[in-house]
């Protein structure tokens, strides 16, 4: 079975600096990787999906994630976090034939004046 | 495009009673749907897989006659707390499949979530 591991429970950034959240997976072959975010009280939205392919993708509101199979991570990163990006972000990894997705434990962004 | 709406938003009820949660896929047609439940601080918890026309699959542990769950219409997942209890006080959270194949089929799109406050 597949695993997903966000390291971080709880990050905080400065208003406009770089954001990095890390994402390491286990899984035997290579898995489809998602980031989510959430604000509070509200559902999950998706940030960005790796399915294959160029090993960095570029998600919405500026994030983007690059894919190293090497060390099993899916990082997240934005280069200059803005105070709106404050919330809950959570690594998925999904496996082919539709099986169902595991979520990490979440990361808390907050973000500092 | 791929909304999922979930009603109501946030419900109170009395200890003993049902409460019954609505997710709706608005522009698909979502052949599978998932239940969570997620505690303050913590991470989804799923609950149940909810396919269209047969019984939802519980996951290990989550009582199937407490949490009822039906999928009459490719665009409809109702979950039913019955006789709940303050125990079941939790924030409640559907999604659904947007891609019936392929790599698209593991991509999800979520309600806005139900918090339900027991008594």
């Known amino acids: 079975a597949q695993s997903v591991t966000q390291p971080d429970i709880h990050i905080t950034v400065s208003e406009g600096a770089s954001l990095e959240l890390r994402c390491n997976y286990s899984?035997?072959?290579?898995?489809?990787l998602f980031w989510y975010v959430q604000s509070p009280g509200q559902g999950l939205q998706l940030l960005l999906k790796y399915f294959s392919g160029d090993t960095l993708v570029q998600g919405i509101k500026g994030f983007e994630a690059e894919f190293k199979r090497s060390q099993s991570s899916f990082n997240l990163r934005k280069p200059s976090v803005h105070w709106s990006d404050a919330a809950e972000y959570f690594c998925a990894v999904g496996v082919p034939l539709g099986g169902k997705s595991t979520f990490g434990d979440g990361t808390t962004l907050t973000v500092k004046p | 495009g791929a909304v999922v709406s979930q009603h109501p938003s946030w419900v109170i009820c009395k200890s003993g009673t049902s409460v019954k949660i609505e997710c709706r896929s608005l522009?698909?047609?979502?052949?599978?749907m998932f239940w969570y439940r997620q505690f303050p601080k913590q991470s989804l918890m799923l609950m149940a897989t909810?396919?269209?026309?047969?019984?939802?699959?519980?996951e290990q542990g989550v009582e199937k006659d407490k949490f009822l769950i039906n999928h009459a219409s490719l665009t409809l997942s109702t979950l039913t707390v019955t006789s709940a209890h303050p125990e079941d006080s939790s924030f409640y959270i559907c999604s659904a499949r947007v891609g019936t194949s392929g790599p698209g089929a593991n991509v999800l799109t979520f309600g806005a979530g139900s918090r339900l406050t027991v008594l």
């Open positions: 909810s396919n269209e026309g047969s019984k939802a699959t519980y």
């Open positions: 899984y035997g072959a290579t898995p489809y």
């Open positions: 522009d698909f047609q979502a052949t599978t």
